[in-house]
């Protein structure tokens, strides 16, 4: 009996914690069955992506018109600051840090430049920048279009109205436009008709455009330019020949 009794205090005691030590943390398992200690702590050098409030996946090298952060390969580089403000050249390392620093990335916006010119920006507000200034640059090219009426030489007044007006709609948008009569066969010999009918064109737009090429034939047709004037004035209404 008394050699159970020890038995039972030696395993006791085992089981104690020593003196000293606080309570033991509970240990999880891994997926495997075993057990994982503490996660070692993360170490290494700072992320060269787009930086800002939200975790976001920087966009691919190879998709982007500049080099940000330590794409920067060069050894200095003059800095400008969000605001526009001339920090001068300095280290590309230490531009770097200065931007992580402000929370914002440094881009290099003048790569031709000695040194090269970089701004210290947040770089998905300087993306949304730059793509907004394309759109702009794509629909002013758009703008300078040439659009297009054409008439047959014997054309109606209700077909007349309702191309002057598409071409009055053309122009208070910003675009020129070339009107076209078309002949066939021997319908050339009439193209005095065309004539008159191209000059009560001109005259029909004269409130919201100028003549940019005046009337000449082309090959069998004749044709004018009108080019927008007075941009930005409200096109009045055309009268159609029956509300006269």
Request: glycine letters at 8%.
């Amino acid at each position: 009996m008394e050699h159970t009794s020890s038995n039972k205090g030696a395993g006791e005691s085992q089981n104690r914690p020593t003196q000293g030590s606080g309570p033991s943390r509970p240990q999880s398992s891994s997926p495997s069955g075993g057990f994982r200690g503490p996660r070692p702590p993360m170490s290494g050098p700072r992320p060269s992506g787009p930086r800002g409030p939200r975790d976001r996946e920087p966009m691919p090298e190879k998709q982007r018109k500049n080099r940000i952060n330590e794409e920067i390969r060069v050894p200095e580089v003059r800095v400008v600051d969000e605001e526009g403000v001339m920090l001068g050249v300095m280290q590309t390392r230490e531009a770097i840090e200065l931007a992580y620093e402000r929370e914002k990335d440094l881009v290099e916006i003048a790569q031709q430049a000695v040194p090269p010119v970089c701004k210290i920006i947040d770089y998905g507000k300087f993306a949304y920048e730059q793509q907004k200034r394309e759109k702009l640059a794509k629909k002013a090219q758009h703008h300078a279009q040439l659009k297009e009426v054409r008439f047959k030489w014997r054309t109606d007044t209700h077909d007349f109205d309702f191309k002057t007006r598409h071409a009055r709609e053309f122009l208070g948008e910003g675009h020129k436009v070339k009107a076209t009569v078309m002949f066939k066969g021997r319908e050339i010999m009439h193209q005095e008709i065309g004539l008159a009918l191209l000059e009560r064109f001109v005259t029909a737009l004269e409130d919201c455009s100028r003549i940019d090429q005046p009337i000449h034939p082309e090959g069998r047709t004749l044709s004018v330019i009108l080019a927008p004037d007075k941009v930005g004035k409200k096109p009045k209404k055309e009268k159609s020949s029956d509300e006269e």
